[in-house]
């Protein structure tokens, strides 16, 4: 019974997550020039976050536009491609690669708050959602592990 409810929870988590990546997605594919409903401040401004140079995977160098030819995938993309991955493997009682998961993103999304903080020097309201929720999951994955040893 306890594994299913930490199975629902840790799926719940990553609903969550691919939810919120689904919105800064929405926002990156955004026309730069429309104000996002989330530019709140000029510390809060999501839309300047998710067309940064930084919103992408690799990131744009600083001599290459937006319309550049080369691949670029955008960061909420890849956010939407983990937390369903991860909430496929939850459902499925995989926890431990859920653990793996969660750990690569947790460590990105620490990375890019740095750059909202440190290089950017604006927040998007998305991206501290989403680093909140991958630290849950994280917390939480690693929780139902160590129940499951106990258990065993």
């Known amino acids: 019974m306890r594994n299913m409810v930490l199975r629902v929870l840790i799926a719940a988590l990553a609903l969550a997550g691919l939810v919120v990546s689904v919105m800064a997605l929405r926002v990156h594919n955004m026309d730069p020039a429309a104000a996002p409903p989330c530019a709140v401040s000029e510390h809060w401004d999501c839309g300047a976050v998710n067309h940064s140079r930084f919103a992408v ?7 290459e ?15 939407i491609a983990g937390y369903s991955l991860m909430l496929v493997l939850a459902l499925l009682g995989r926890f431990w690669i859920v653990l793996q ?5 947790f460590a990105a999304a620490c990375f890019l708050s740095y750059l909202e903080a440190f290089v950017l020097e604006k927040w998007c309201i998305y991206c501290v959602w989403s680093q909140g929720i991958v630290t849950v999951l994280l917390l939480t994955t690693v929780a139902a592990l160590i129940l499951r040893r106990r258990e065993a």
């Open 65 to 79: 536009d937006a319309g550049s030819k080369k691949l670029h995938i955008p960061v909420a993309t890849v956010g």
């Open 101 to 105: 998961l969660a750990e690569i993103g």
């Open 57 to 63: 995977f690799p990131p744009r160098s600083y001599d």
